[in-house]
């Protein structure tokens, strides 16, 4: 009686198990190399989406991630709280972007664009800048979170942005939540 009790415990176990596969529960966890690349697939689709070339052909970006930019269910209530927990983990520290963040158009680092230009109207050059956050991610890596910002001289704004990760393997934008507005 023991065995056929324990072989349908055994038989219920293993068809448990395959069922929460099939439904995506047990994915394998991604490695930081995986994390990593679609981390940049999502800045090449929110920056490319709104990179605007400047006189000189580049874009002014912010040559490290935001910190300290909380996102919370209150202004994001149509989104997991889990992949809110993990864009919120991910953001607690500011980290250099890579140089070779290819967008097909020069990327001119905030720092440098403050260094070599030539501003003939005013003491003061501002450009045109955007800046990104880290990215969050569920734990398939096919739903993402990430804050943008993009500054010029008299106008800003900064956007939440919920992506998800189409069936060609590109990330596309699913809805926007605006953060503020100058």
């Known amino acids: 009686m023991n065995r056929i009790m324990l072989s349908l415990l055994i038989l219920g176990s293993v068809f448990s198990i395959a069922s929460c596969d099939s439904l995506g529960f047990l994915q394998p966890i991604p490695s930081l190399a995986e994390r990593e690349a679609e981390e940049y697939a999502v800045y090449r689709t929110i920056i490319g989406e709104f990179a ?24 994001l209530p149509k989104l997991d709280l889990k992949l809110i927990k993990d864009y919120n983990t991910q953001n607690r520290e500011s980290v250099p972007l890579k140089p070779e963040l290819d967008l097909g158009i020069p990327l001119i680092p905030l720092g440098d664009f403050y260094a070599h230009s030539k501003c003939e109207f005013a003491e003061v050059c501002i450009c045109d800048f955007q800046a990104v956050s880290r990215v969050g991610f569920n734990a398939r890596l096919n739903k993402a979170l990430i804050y943008w910002e993009r500054n010029a001289p008299l106008a800003g704004r900064g956007i939440f942005f919920y992506l998800v990760k189409g069936n060609d393997g590109n990330w596309k934008i699913e809805e926007e939540f605006l953060q503020w507005i100058s």
Do not use: K, N, R, Y
């Open 52 to 75: 605007i070339e400047g006189d000189d052909g580049g874009l002014c970006i912010e040559t490290h991630t935001l910190s300290g930019v909380e996102a919370s269910p209150d202004i």
